[in-house]
């Protein structure tokens, strides 16, 4: 089994508007090409045109059992409406998580105005997903997207359940000492490519990876995700099947640790 905890249906070329139904169908074809059984599709913090919002993402997805719905929220921006819109559908179920788009935004994690998102968390038991590291857009601001800063919220939220995105790359080593330091932390390792990984940046990643493994032990924490339509879902298997990893902890990548932290069904996959 395979689950992709990290997609998005954004429109990132923006030369034309497309559907939410034809990126989600576009979305299920490659997953099934892929064999990828599940996906989180995770909104963004800001709507427009080629962005949907998580209400529009909510309904599509709706007899869609392979999919699932990580609700962006913006630190610049939300208010007592958006709160409150995400509490209804974390009541319902209809989200599996949050996410935070430090760098994007111009704020820490830490910051006292996420309280309220993480509080929220907690009460009904969904991880926080923290976009960490290079930003896709070089207008983002990296020095808040450091994975280091997300030691504070991990300690002063000690049961709160925290991803670290992309594995904080550059910053692995540091995205390793926060994973290892604190048992409510996880990461993903999306993202790391635009398009397919070539020869010598895959040789690369698989030693940054493995070590990280063998420093923080047993991958229970690691978590597979693509970051699609960014990168490519077959070369992200690839890169994963080059892994000197038993298949046991493959395995654990791959599905099991995400069907647990996001409390997916997978009788229903």
């Known amino acids: 089994m395979i689950i992709d905890i990290h997609t998005h249906i954004n429109n990132y070329h923006e030369e034309r508007v497309v559907s939410v139904e034809d990126c989600l169908d576009k979305l299920t074809e490659t997953?099934?090409?892929?064999?990828?059984?599940?996906?989180?599709?995770?909104t963004s913090y800001k709507v427009n045109e080629h962005r949907p919002s998580t209400q529009k993402?909510?309904?599509?997805?709706?007899?869609?059992?392979?999919?699932?719905?990580?609700?962006?929220?913006?630190?610049?921006?939300?208010?007592?409406?958006?709160?409150?819109?995400?509490?209804?559908?974390?009541?319902?179920?209809?989200?599996?998580?949050?996410?935070?788009?430090?760098?994007?935004?111009?704020?820490?994690?830490?910051?006292?105005?996420?309280?309220?998102?993480?509080?929220m968390a907690v009460e009904y038991d969904v991880p926080v997903m923290f976009h960490s590291g290079d930003t896709y857009s070089p207008k983002g601001k990296i020095k808040y997207s450091h994975p280091i800063h997300i030691d504070d919220v991990a300690v002063d939220f000690p049961e709160l359940k925290i991803v670290i995105c992309h594995v904080g790359n550059p910053w692995i080593k540091d995205c390793m000492e926060v994973v290892y330091k604190n048992k409510n932390v996880y990461t993903?390792?999306?993202?790391?490519?635009?398009?397919?990984?070539?020869?010598?940046?895959?040789r690369f990643m698989k030693n940054e990876l493995?070590?990280?493994?063998?420093?923080?032990?047993?991958?229970?924490?690691?978590?597979?995700?693509?970051?699609?339509?960014?990168?490519?879902m077959s070369s992200y298997l690839n890169f994963i099947k080059q892994l000197d990893l038993p298949d046991e902890k493959k395995e654990l990548i791959l599905w099991k640790n995400a069907a647990e932290l996001f409390k997916i069904d997978t009788t229903k996959i």
Not at 31 to 41: A, D, G, I, P
């Open 31 to 42: 997953m099934k090409e892929n064999h990828v059984n599940y996906s989180l599709v995770l």
């Open 57 to 119: 993402v909510v309904e599509a997805i709706q007899g869609r059992d392979n999919l699932g719905v990580v609700a962006g929220i913006s630190y610049l921006n939300y208010d007592h409406r958006d709160l409150r819109e995400i509490s209804e559908y974390l009541e319902a179920g209809l989200i599996k998580g949050l996410k935070l788009y430090p760098g994007y935004e111009p704020f820490y994690p830490h910051d006292n105005r996420m309280k309220v998102v993480y509080d």
């Open 188 to 202: 993903d390792f999306s993202g790391l490519v635009l398009g397919n990984f070539s020869d010598k940046f895959e």
């Open 210 to 232: 493995e070590e990280m493994i063998t420093y923080a032990g047993n991958p229970r924490y690691l978590l597979y995700g693509t970051d699609w339509p960014i990168s490519n």
